[in-house]
């Protein structure tokens, strides 16, 4: 079995090669870009676990393809950066690449740094007890997108389920509504903070023995709701 897929994207062959033949020693699977289009197009054809992105590129440089890449994919990305002010220009605009390596780098490196990306996005993907929230007997699973009150599951809409898994991830704090609004209903939302009122009464129908009562969803007086802890 593969220790995973690796699209490596540099223009310069004998680094490239050099890449090439080092993780596919450690096991992986390795495809190859040598322009940015090539890099945007085999980033989505071939689905890798890993993208080692050089910035000096022909066609789209490497923070063209970063930007690009990051608006829909997570895939965690690797830059290797050649000059100190590409460093700078990493570290700086936020591109969202995961590490940088400068060149000439140690392949002993280079294969830890790889190996440590992808154990670290393998657990981060990995379903599991870390993505189930649970408050006394409610149990908030993110990755499934399920909710359950003991052994019985409770039928949410998806924002109510955006709403709660909002507060219960964040249980004993209180928020807004305002603020309720934007982070769960998002910036160019149109409406008013009734929006956040309403989405609660119906969430404590579901969620609170005697609604009108609630001991889960709590409306802290002038200031907001949480979730108590
Ligand atoms: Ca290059």
């Known amino acids: ?6 699209l490596i994207v540099e223009d310069e062959e004998t680094l490239l090669e050099v890449l090439r033949y080092n993780l596919d020693k450690e096991g992986y699977t390795v495809v190859t870009a040598a322009d940015g289009i090539q ?13 080692i992105l050089d910035i000096m590129l022909p ?19 690797i830059m290797l950066t050649a000059k100190e002010e590409e460093i700078d220009k990493v570290l700086g605009l936020e591109l969202g690449a995961d590490d940088y ?5 140690s392949m002993r490196e280079f294969k830890a740094r ?8 393998a657990a981060q993907s990995k379903p599991g007890e870390a993505s189930v929230i649970r408050i006394a007997d409610l149990a908030v699973d993110l990755g499934k997108h399920q909710v359950s009150i003991g052994e019985a599951s409770v039928s949410l809409t998806p924002k109510e389920f955006d709403l709660l898994a909002y ?14 609004l934007e982070r769960v209903w998002g910036y160019d939302y149109v409406g008013d903070t009734r929006t956040v009122d309403v989405h609660i009464r119906w969430l404590r129908e579901k969620l609170e023995t005697e609604p009108s009562k609630p001991r889960r969803l709590i409306t802290v007086r002038g200031t907001g709701y949480k979730i108590e802890g």
Not at 101 to 105: I, L, T
Not at 114 to 121: C, F, G, S
Not at 168 to 180: C, D, M, T
Request: one cysteine or more; a positive charge.
């Open 59 to 77: 066609q789209l440089d490497g923070f063209e393809v970063c930007r690009i890449l990051r608006k829909d994919i997570t895939v965690p990305i």
């Open 39 to 51: 890099a945007l197009n085999s980033a989505r054809s071939e689905s890798p676990d890993l993208i």
């Open 167 to 180: 507060l219960a991830g964040n249980k004993g704090r209180v928020f807004s509504r305002e603020h309720l």
């Open 101 to 105: 390596m400068a060149k000439p780098f």
């Open 114 to 121: 790889v190996k440590a990306i992808l154990r670290r996005a």
């Open 1 to 6: 079995m593969s220790a995973g897929k690796i």
